[in-house]
């Protein structure tokens, strides 16, 4: 079997009705494939909905008894899981036609080399970018890059990838070999952050995670009851856990905003060496950061976690 699609509950059954119509009416010819839907504790109608598909063979149902979360629902329906890629979906998507294809294209190229594949995702809504990868901002917390990289409206050009620090779990593909070996999606995250977590871990075991830029569907964002009540602690928990790589992965970020504040007045920066080495840090001309953006990454990272201890303790 080549794909089991992971699709987690929490009412919202009309999305989940319009979202299986849209699933069944974008998959390749000649896939072979399962579908899981895992529910959540829904109490809308959603359970006699799923009974009603008992006949279809294609489809099969795990229930949890109460609502344990997006990580929890996952990890159980990939326990069941029997296709070499898990497709990871929410059930508030519109999946555009030939939104597959360029993902499993991408596992290909990369080859076991590939982490989690996402793509491009469009507000259902108004139409506007929402997710073509996820980026470390100057906080040192993750979020969502909401505009195509260079080159991507010129078709000589178009880039048909872009490797990114992670992306959403709302729709992402990865293999079942490479989940069971990160040991799935940790718990300890509830509705929040839990694939940024499993992004990081894929990506510091070697991996490649990437966005198929021509992979696009439209999504219904935080649909899910509930989804944004713990974004503070999961965003903590994810902090105090990669504080020195999402330091990394923000520096070339600290050095351009350093850079634009020493051009504006270099009077005000006596140290000249840390600009120049920003200056070629920022254009990719050196391999390491600077000592002193990573010392400005933790400062930042330091402050946000203050914020954490007089918030939530």
């Known amino acids: 079997m080549q794909v089991s699609f992971l ?18 009416s974008t998959l390749p010819t000649g896939l072979t494939h399962e579908i899981i839907f895992i529910d959540d504790g829904s109490s809308d109608g959603t359970r006699a909905w799923l009974a009603s598909l008992a006949s279809d063979p294609a489809v099969r149902v795990v229930l949890h008894e109460k609502n344990s979360g997006f990580a929890v629902a996952n990890n159980s329906g990939a326990a069941q899981a029997r296709g070499e890629f898990l497709a990871l979906l929410n059930n508030d998507l519109i ?31 108004t139409g506007a970018l929402d997710h073509a990868g996820i980026t470390i901002n100057l906080k040192g917390k993750p979020e969502h890059l909401r505009s195509l990289p260079y080159g991507s409206r010129w078709p000589l050009i178009n ?22 070996k990160l040991g799935g999606f940790d718990p300890a995250y509830v509705n929040g ?12 075991t070697g991996h490649v ?13 935080s649909a899910s009851p509930g989804r944004k009540l713990r974004d503070e602690a999961n965003t903590r928990l994810l902090v105090e856990r990669w504080s020195e790589t999402l330091a990394r992965h ?10 634009e ?18 200056f070629f840090y920022a254009l990719y001309l050196r391999c390491t950061p600077p000592s002193g953006a990573l010392a400005g990454m933790v400062k930042n990272l330091d402050a946000e976690l203050a914020r ?6």
Request: aromatic fraction near 6%; hydrophobic fraction near 45%; include cysteine.
């Open 193 to 204: 952050c839990e694939d940024v977590d499993l992004g990081l871990r894929a990506h510091a």
């Open 250 to 259: 923000a520096a070339r970020l600290w050095c351009r905003d350093y850079l």
């Open 95 to 125: 999946l555009q036609p030939r939104w597959l294809d360029p993902i499993l294209a991408a596992h290909r190229a990369y080859g076991p080399r590939a982490g989690l594949v996402g793509n491009v995702q469009l507000n259902a809504t």
């Open 209 to 221: 995670n990437l966005v198929a830029l021509s992979s696009i569907v439209r999504h219904h964002i």
């Open 261 to 278: 504040t020493y051009m504006r007045d270099p009077r005000d920066f006596p140290d000249a060496g840390l600009a120049r080495q920003a």
């Open 7 to 24: 699709i987690p509950l929490y009412n919202c059954l009309a999305h989940t009705q319009a979202m299986l119509a849209s699933l069944r």
């Open 308 to 313: 954490w201890r007089k918030l939530l303790d």
């Open 159 to 180: 880039p048909r990838r872009r490797r990114v620090v992670a992306v959403t779990g709302a729709c992402v593909v990865l293999r079942r070999s490479l989940w069971e």
